[in-house]
């Protein structure tokens, strides 16, 4: 047990050196539930909570060593404790304190005589009532809005009254009290250290270690030595904020945050004073820009050419004339002369007809698209060698067949004969030597109601002139 009981012991208080603040951030342009106006009164908070706990009560103490107590293997007992706080600032309370359970421990101090006199002793802790001060110390967080964590150390003076049992080696059992009282009242010293965490909004998890120091050697009913009596009660409870739940705990409370986010509100309050004249006077600028730009206009309409002949738009009569038209003082385009050019007689060989027959003969779509298939480029590229060497013209004529509707079929054909005319231009031949039409199912050539036929008048007709 003693084992045990040094472990939990330093476990505790590794926990206490060890922590650290946590904290919550939030948006400081908006107040938080928490929220205080700085240098308010406490009025504006919770100040008075209330604590339930419940842990270990033992005579085993972090202070000294257990050889020199009175007995010397300490054992643990459930404990129970109760407080009423009252908060003064964020960081000092004060709280009356109740402490109550029992205490046990075994191997009595041998007398003079090396002799162990008392097997073991229970002591019930009927009350141990105190009034101590809570010193918390890390509640404001100079990082964060809100601390979630608030370590804290008290101290204090009461009375206890307690009731000793000693048991002999015989086992046999002796009741030590003060004569005609059948308890014994006496003075302690409580000292201690926790750690409170938030849990919800006025709801805190309280764990803490007490020492109390007894003023006497009493506790457990046996004087050995001159060293007073002392025992821990090691716990763990919740304490609950009394009042409003609209209103924060002071002792949680961390009035930098509320500093910094009055600072803030009123910060923003000014910028959005000044964005608002800010946007009046951008207003206004706009205004007058329009109105600039309504005279600029006006002053242009003496001066503007928009075709640029060299007339201004006010005195031109003959407006939109193309770029580099000669013009004359009313900007209008002067007469051109006529200049009659010879006819050119271009022949037609039979060679020039077998090239486009061939042309007409090989040509193939893929299927319902007006995709040419890599078989008929070769006969294509010899008509577009013949457009380029003889400057010939070539009309494409694009035809389907009746099956499909007659939108469809019209579009079709145009695209079957605009698509050869794309691939000849990519040859070299001049965009303006070649004539692209589609006629959907007209003009057919054969009878539509044989396969055959609507294969036959599936075509693209060239001719060359």
Same mark, same amino acid.
């Given at each position: 047990?003693?084992?045990?009981? =040094?472990?939990?012991?330093?476990?505790?208080?590794?926990?206490?050196?060890?922590?650290?603040?946590?904290?919550?951030?939030?948006?400081?342009?908006?107040?938080?539930?928490?929220?205080?106006?700085?240098?308010?009164?406490?009025? !504006?908070?919770?100040?008075? !909570?209330?604590?339930?706990?419940?842990?270990?009560? #033992?005579?085993?103490?972090?202070?000294?060593?257990?050889?020199?107590?009175?007995?010397?293997?300490?054992?643990?007992?459930?404990?129970?404790?109760? /407080?009423?706080?009252?908060?003064?600032?964020?960081? $000092?309370?004060?709280?009356?304190?109740?402490?109550?359970?029992?205490?046990?421990?075994?191997?009595?101090? @041998?007398?003079?005589?090396?002799?162990?006199?008392?097997?073991?002793?229970? #002591?019930?802790?009927?009350?141990?009532? !105190?009034?101590?001060?809570?010193?918390?110390?890390?509640?404001?967080?100079?990082?964060?809005?809100?601390?979630?964590?608030?370590?804290?150390?008290?101290?204090?003076?009461?009375?206890?009254?307690?009731? @000793?049992?000693?048991?002999?080696?015989?086992?046999?059992?002796?009741?030590?009290?003060?004569?005609?009282?059948?308890?014994?009242?006496?003075?302690?010293?409580?000292?201690?250290?926790?750690?409170?965490?938030?849990?919800?909004?006025?709801?805190?998890?309280?764990?803490?270690?007490?020492?109390?120091?007894?003023?006497?050697?009493?506790?457990?009913? /046996?004087?050995?030595?001159?060293?007073?009596?002392?025992?821990? /009660?090691?716990?763990?409870?919740?304490?609950?904020?009394?009042?409003?739940?609209?209103?924060?705990?002071?002792?949680?409370?961390?009035?930098?945050?509320?500093?910094?986010?009055?600072?803030?509100?009123?910060?923003?309050? #000014?910028?959005?004073?000044?964005?608002?004249?800010?946007?009046?006077?951008?207003?206004?600028?706009?205004?007058?820009?329009?109105?600039?730009?309504?005279?600029?206009?006006?002053?242009?309409?003496?001066?503007?050419?928009?075709?640029?002949?060299? $007339?201004?738009?006010?005195?031109?009569?003959?407006?939109?004339?193309?770029?580099? #038209?000669?013009?004359?003082?009313?900007?209008?385009?002067? @007469?051109?002369?006529?200049?009659?050019?010879?006819?050119?007689?271009?022949?037609?060989?039979?060679?020039?007809?077998?090239?486009?027959?061939?042309?007409?003969?090989?040509?193939?779509?893929?299927?319902?698209?007006?995709?040419?298939?890599?078989?008929?480029?070769?006969?294509?590229?010899?008509?577009?060698?013949?457009?380029?060497? =003889?400057?010939?013209?070539? =009309?494409?004529?694009?035809?389907?067949?009746?099956?499909?509707?007659?939108?469809?079929?019209?579009?079709?054909?145009?695209?079957?004969?605009?698509?050869?005319?794309?691939?000849?231009?990519?040859?070299?031949?001049?965009?303006?030597?070649?004539?692209?039409?589609?006629?959907?199912?007209?003009?057919?050539?054969?009878?539509?109601?044989?396969?055959?036929?609507?294969?036959?008048?599936?075509?693209?007709?060239?001719?060359?002139?």
């Amino acid at each position: 047990m003693k084992l045990h009981l =040094k472990k939990a012991s330093l476990l505790f208080a590794g926990i206490l050196v060890g922590g650290k603040l946590l904290a919550q951030s939030g948006d400081t342009t908006h107040r938080s539930p928490d929220y205080v106006t700085p240098f308010s009164g406490n009025s !504006s908070y919770n100040t008075w !909570s209330i604590g339930v706990s419940g842990g270990i009560l #033992t005579p085993y103490t972090i202070f000294g060593s257990n050889r020199r107590q009175d007995f010397t293997s300490p054992n643990a007992n459930l404990g129970y404790g109760a /407080y009423v706080k009252y908060q003064v600032t964020p960081a $000092v309370g004060f709280q009356a304190d109740f402490v109550g359970g029992k205490l046990t421990a075994d191997h009595g101090q @041998p007398d003079a005589n090396g002799t162990s006199l008392w097997r073991s002793y229970s #002591t019930m802790v009927n009350y141990a009532a !105190s009034v101590s001060a809570n010193i918390t110390v890390g509640n404001i967080s100079w990082h964060d809005n809100k601390s979630a964590i608030q370590p804290y150390v008290t101290f204090g003076f009461g009375t206890m009254n307690y009731t @000793p049992v000693l048991t002999a080696e015989d086992g046999t059992t002796l009741n030590f009290h003060s004569p005609g009282s059948g308890a014994i009242d006496e003075v302690f010293l409580p000292v201690g250290a926790g750690i409170k965490f938030d849990l919800t909004r006025g709801i805190n998890l309280d764990l803490g270690y007490q020492v109390n120091f007894a003023y006497s050697d009493n506790l457990d009913g /046996y004087n050995y030595g001159s060293t007073n009596d002392r025992f821990s /009660y090691a716990h763990i409870g919740l304490e609950f904020a009394l009042g409003s739940r609209s209103k924060p705990q002071l002792a949680t409370h961390n009035p930098v945050s509320s500093m910094r986010q009055e600072y803030m509100m009123e910060n923003q309050s #000014t910028r959005s004073l000044l964005e608002g004249q800010l946007a009046a006077q951008r207003a206004q600028n706009d205004q007058l820009r329009d109105q600039l730009n309504a005279a600029n206009a006006n002053f242009a309409k003496l001066t503007m050419d928009s075709d640029g002949d060299g $007339v201004s738009d006010y005195f031109d009569k003959c407006p939109g004339t193309p770029t580099g #038209t000669k013009v004359d003082g009313s900007g209008c385009p002067l @007469p051109v002369p006529v200049v009659t050019q010879p006819d050119t007689k271009v022949y037609v060989t039979e060679e020039d007809k077998r090239v486009v027959n061939e042309a007409v003969k090989n040509l193939e779509f893929d299927f319902n698209k007006a995709t040419i298939r890599e078989h008929s480029f070769a006969s294509l590229d010899q008509l577009a060698a013949l457009l380029i060497n =003889k400057h010939f013209n070539l =009309k494409l004529a694009g035809y389907t067949d009746n099956v499909g509707g007659a939108d469809y079929n019209l579009r079709l054909s145009r695209d079957r004969a605009q698509a050869v005319k794309t691939y000849l231009v990519s040859k070299g031949v001049q965009d303006s030597q070649i004539q692209a039409e589609g006629y959907g199912k007209e003009h057919p050539i054969a009878s539509n109601k044989t396969a055959k036929g609507r294969q036959t008048n599936r075509r693209v007709e060239f001719t060359i002139f």
